[in-house]
C-alpha cells in the first residue's frame, strides 16, 4: 500500500507563513510516470488542486495562491515541499499530498491530509 505522509500544518496569523512536506515511496516519487502534487478542501467546499510538480520539476500553481505558494522537490529525501507565505484566511484548509498517474491507467494515492488554520 502506498502511503504519503504529511507534515507542517498548524495555526498561523494572516501573513504569516507554512511549509509544508509530503513523504513518499522512492517507486512514486523518482518515477517520471508520476505527478506529485497538493490539494486542499476547505469546510462545506470541494476539494481543489493547489499546484504540482513533475520528476522534471515543471510546476503548475492555481491562480489563487500564484505568487504566495511554491512547489518543491527534494530528490535526496523523496519529499515535496509547499511554502505558503502571505497566508489569508481563505486558505484555512486541510492540504492533502496526491500522486497521480494515468499509465497504463487513472491512479491517485493520497496523503490522510494536513490542517492549516490561518486566523488572527
Known amino acids: 500500500q502506498v502511503q504519503l505522509v504529511e507534515t507542517g500544518g498548524g495555526l498561523v496569523q494572516p501573513g504569516g507563513s507554512l511549509r509544508l512536506a509530503c513523504a513518499a515511496p522512492e517507486s512514486i516519487f523518482s518515477s517520471y510516470l508520476y505527478v506529485m502534487g497538493w490539494y486542499r478542501q476547505a469546510p462545506g467546499r470541494e476539494r481543489e488542486k493547489v499546484a504540482t510538480?513533475?520528476?522534471?520539476?515543471?510546476?503548475n500553481i492555481i491562480d489563487s495562491v500564484k505568487g504566495r505558494f511554491t512547489i518543491s522537490r527534494d530528490n535526496t529525501k523523496n519529499t515535496v515541499h509547499l511554502q505558503m507565505n502571505s497566508l489569508k484566511p481563505e486558505d484555512t484548509a486541510v492540504y492533502y499530498c496526491?500522486?497521480?498517474?494515468?499509465?497504463?491507467?487513472?491512479?491517485?494515492?493520497w496523503g490522510k491530509g494536513t490542517l492549516v488554520t490561518v486566523s488572527s
Open positions: 510538480i513533475t520528476t522534471g520539476g515543471f510546476t
Open positions: 496526491n500522486a497521480n498517474t494515468d499509465y497504463p491507467r487513472n491512479v491517485n494515492y
